[in-house]
């Protein structure tokens, strides 16, 4: 069955970098766009960046564009989130979250989501 | 970016009551719509997409309907388990996606 592991947050100080991980499994990771969804403490959900299946496309949020990087590696079924000039306003849940249609450009659609990793900027 | 806004914040329903969660885009988003089901401490879970069809393993209790800007999500005989929070999303053309608030539907 689908299984996504995020990975690498913890506290990381305001203007600090950190690189996510997550780990896919159960799926043909290579034909599915990723996506990284974000979740303040006690607040609503906010999509962060989407990454198209081969690499070619990434898309972002406003928020984190310019600081935010989204990537992935096929032959390791990983996708990774960059985060650099990090604020106090990134303290959240990032969730990885696989896309629900194969081999296509636009999607939007999350039908399978990590158990999170929590990411909290602080000094 | 597409506002999506959620009504009401907070609904009250009795387990085995029908409970009616609704949604409102900015502008219309076609049937480019899903709504996700989180409970505490745990990943949200797709329960609805292109506005009207059930995620697999999804009970038939769950249904969505409308289109362009107006939807809904209707749980027709509450369950225990089904009291959580309700968010709906639009995936209409490129990204930005956006989610609506949120609705906590909470135990009567």
């Known amino acids: 069955q689908v299984h996504l592991v995020e990975s690498g947050g913890g506290v990381v100080q305001p203007g600090g970098s950190m690189r996510l991980s997550c780990a896919a499994s159960g799926f043909t990771f290579s034909d599915f766009i990723m996506h990284w969804v974000r979740q303040a403490p006690g607040k609503g959900l906010e999509w962060v960046a989407f990454?198209?299946?081969?690499?070619?496309?990434?898309y972002y949020a406003d928020s984190v564009k310019g600081r935010f990087t989204i990537s992935r590696d096929n032959s390791k079924n990983t996708v990774y989130l960059q985060m650099n000039r990090l604020r106090a306003e990134d303290t959240a849940v990032y969730y990885c979250?696989?896309?629900?249609?194969?081999?296509?450009?636009?999607?939007?659609?999350?039908?399978?989501w990590g158990q999170g990793t929590l990411v909290t900027v602080s000094s | 970016e597409i506002v999506m806004t959620q009504s009401p914040a907070t609904l009250s329903v009795s387990p085995g009551e029908r409970a009616i969660l609704s949604c409102r885009a900015s502008q219309s988003i076609s049937s480019n719509l899903a709504w996700y089901q989180q409970k505490p401490g745990q990943a949200p879970r797709l329960l609805i997409y292109?506005?009207?069809a059930r995620a697999t393993g999804i009970p038939a209790r769950f249904s969505g309907d409308g289109s362009g800007t107006e939807f809904t999500l209707t749980i027709s005989s509450l369950q225990s388990e089904d009291f959580a929070v309700y968010y709906c999303?639009?995936?209409?053309?490129?990204?930005?996606?956006?989610f609506g608030q949120g609705t906590k539907l909470e135990i009567k």
């Open positions: 292109g506005a009207t």
């Open positions: 999303q639009h995936y209409n053309g490129w990204p930005p996606y956006t």
């Open positions: 990454i198209q299946y081969d690499g070619t496309n990434k």
């Open positions: 979250a696989k896309d629900k249609w194969e081999l296509s450009i636009k999607g939007g659609t999350f039908d399978y």
